[in-house]
C-alpha cells in the first residue's frame, strides 16, 4: 500500500503551567500504515529532545512558549504547535 504520513488526532494546544512545576504535554497521533513514530520536541534554541508522545518539563522562567511537537513516521512527518503560558 500507499505510505501516509502520521496523523495527530489529539494533542495539548494551550496549556498553562506554574514556574518550576512540571507539565506534562502530549500529542496522540495514529499512522495508517502501522509505521513506528517518532517524536521530536523542539523548546527553542537547542533545546531539542527526541522522545515519546507525551513529554514532562518544567519552565524557569515566565511568560509565552511555543513548543514544536514532530511527529515522523521516517519518511513523513507532522507537526503541531503547542501554546504555554508559565504563570
Known amino acids: 500500500g500507499q505510505n501516509v504520513p502520521p496523523r495527530i488526532v489529539d494533542a495539548s494546544t494551550y496549556v498553562i ?9 502530549f500529542v496522540k497521533a495514529v499512522d495508517d500504515n502501522n509505521d513506528q513514530l517518532k517524536y521530536t520536541w523542539d523548546f527553542g534554541f537547542l533545546d531539542k529532545h527526541e522522545g515519546t508522545a507525551s513529554h514532562q518539563r518544567t519552565f524557569t522562567n515566565k511568560g509565552t512558549k511555543v513548543v514544536k511537537v514532530t511527529v515522523s513516521d521516517g519518511f513523513y512527518s507532522v507537526q503541531h504547535l503547542i501554546t504555554v503560558t508559565v504563570v
Open 17 to 25: 503551567a506554574n514556574v518550576n512545576k512540571p507539565v506534562l504535554l
